[in-house]
Structures are given as structure tokens and as C-alpha cells.
């Protein structure tokens, strides 16, 4: 049980082009959704922490505007990297989590912005 | 604020010889603690958790933690190291906050050799 998927696994666009990344608990009911970013050989950090049904709540130094994150449903969560560039290119790791239970992880996305 | 720290970046263990992996802790109130592993390009796998109870948590894949509330650590160990061990490890804290946000160290990467 608690499996969270993403999709897709890797992307490449072109600089100025969006991408969106697909975050889905297959098997239980997310009630929130974190969205981390992990650049070579680092920890992950925290991007954004999503509710189902209200507005991401977005870590200091975050662009809103450039990472649109959407949590329509327990089940999908939505992070859409808007005008891309190079320096977006990175790994996307989800999480999901039922009410104040642990995390689950995704396996990630490796977005490559050309 | 809550933060953790794992002091080496790499641990270099033959296979068959016992491993740690150091982490430390700083939180306010309850420290609520985990360990992940990550393995190239992948999300992250749970390993184990301290809430509260033993201070000898047993987790996944043969792994244990001791939590020793007077060092403020919660290092990770493994008896007998397998090879297919190699991967970067996190030790992570639960934000004190209602969404229970981690807030990760920095991660080490733990190399096994035959």
C-alpha cells in the first residue's frame, strides 16, 4: 500500500516552454501533497505544501507564478513549471500524506529544460 | 526551528562490516525523526521512524536507528553491509507544524565495497 506515482518520469522542453508534472496516491487518499526539488548530489527541499481543495502554501524564494502547483483531488496533485528555463532543469520528487500520517514518496521527475 | 545534520557527506564500509550513518537533531518539543534511502534517480524509500517508545527503532532492509535524546542523535545501523546498500541516505524531522512538512538533512552517501 501507499504508492505515489508521478509522471512523467523524465521531460525535455525548450527553454520558454511549460511543463506540467503529475503527482497521484494510488492507493489512499492524499489530504496534502509536497512538492520537493533536488539538484545534483543535494537534499531535497521543500517547494511547496499542497491541501486538496486550497491554494498551495509556497516555501520562501519559491516564484508562485512560475511553479503552479494544483491538488483538484486526494488523489493528484499538479506542479506546472511555467516558461521554462535552463536553470528549472532538476529533479521533481512528490510526496503525499494522509492527514498527519508519514509521507510517501514518488519515484521523481527529471526535467531537462534545452 | 526544527533541523537535522549528518555530519559526513560519505561513508566507505566493506561488505560484511557493520555501518552508521551519523545524524543529529535540533527540534523544539517531540522529535519526531526518519530515515530514507534514495537510489539514483529515484524518489525516496522509507526506511524507518522514531516517534516515541524504544529508542531502538527496527526498520526496512535490516536497518535499526538508536534515538539517544542526550547526544540529540539518531544514527542509522545496519549489522552486516550488503553491497546492493550503496545508495545516499537521509535522516529527516517532522516539522512541529500541522502539515507535518520534513525538513531533511543534507544526506550521506554510503558506499559498500566487495
Not at chain 1, 38 to 64: C, D, H, I, R, W
Not at chain 1, 77 to 89: F, G, I, M
Not at chain 2, 37 to 43: A, D, K, S
Not at chain 2, 76 to 93: E, G, N, Q, R, W
Request: a neutral charge; one cysteine or more.
Amino acid at each position: 500500500g501507499a504508492v505515489v506515482s508521478q509522471h512523467p518520469s523524465w521531460v525535455i522542453c525548450k527553454s520558454g516552454t511549460s511543463v506540467k508534472i503529475e503527482c497521484r496516491s494510488l492507493d489512499f487518499q492524499a489530504t496534502t501533497m509536497f512538492w520537493y526539488r533536488q539538484f545534483p548530489k543535494q537534499s531535497l527541499m521543500l517547494m511547496a505544501t499542497s491541501n486538496e481543495g486550497s491554494k498551495a502554501t509556497y516555501e520562501q524564494g519559491v516564484e508562485k507564478d512560475k511553479f503552479l502547483i494544483n491538488h483538484a483531488s486526494l488523489t493528484l496533485s499538479t506542479l506546472t513549471v511555467t516558461s521554462a528555463h535552463p536553470e528549472d532543469s532538476s529533479f521533481y520528487i512528490c510526496s503525499a500524506s494522509s492527514l498527519a500520517d508519514e509521507q510517501y514518496f514518488g519515484p521523481g521527475t527529471r526535467l531537462t529544460v534545452t | 526551528a526544527q533541523s537535522v545534520a549528518q555530519p559526513e557527506d560519505q561513508v566507505n564500509v566493506a561488505e560484511g562490516n557493520p555501518l552508521t550513518v551519523k545524524c543529529t537533531y535540533s527540534v523544539s518539543g517531540n522529535p519526531y525523526l526518519f530515515w530514507y534511502v534514495q537510489y539514483p534517480n529515484r524518489g525516496l524509500q522509507f526506511l524507518l521512524k522514531y516517534i516515541t517508545g524504544d529508542n531502538l527503532v527496527k526498520g526496512s532492509y535490516g536497518f535499526e536507528a538508536e534515538f539517544n535524546k542526550s547526544q540529540t542523535s539518531f544514527h542509522l545501523k545496519k549489522p552486516s553491509a550488503l553491497v546492493s546498500d550503496s545508495a545516499l541516505y537521509f535522516c529527516a524531522v517532522r516539522d512541529g507544524g500541522a502539515t507535518n512538512k520534513l525538513i531533511f538533512g543534507t544526506g550521506t552517501l554510503l558506499a559498500v565495497q566487495p
